[in-house]
């Protein structure tokens, strides 16, 4: 019979939840990784339609000009 453990496991295309914790942490990464980048995605898309934004906060103009400096 063929033995598996609970993070190789899958149901409908997801993972199940796994007891190590190098897997949480990887996991964790993995997710601000992908929110940062949707994050200044969506900053950079805001600058470019409304450029009267340009100056209201200091974070926001530093994200929009380092994702265009990147690009």
């Known amino acids: 019979m063929n033995e598996t453990t609970s993070s190789e496991t899958q149901s409908a295309g997801r993972r199940i939840a796994s007891n190590d914790p190098a897997d949480t942490v990887d996991r964790s990464l993995e997710r601000r990784a992908v929110l ?3 994050h200044a ?3 950079t ?5 409304r450029a009267d934004l340009r100056g209201v906060h200091a974070l926001a103009d530093f994200v929009d000009d380092a994702v265009r ?3």
Request: charged residues 35%.
């Open 41 to 43: 995605q969506s900053l």
């Open 69 to 71: 400096w990147t690009a």
């Open 36 to 38: 940062r980048s949707r």
């Open 45 to 49: 898309r805001l600058m470019e339609e």
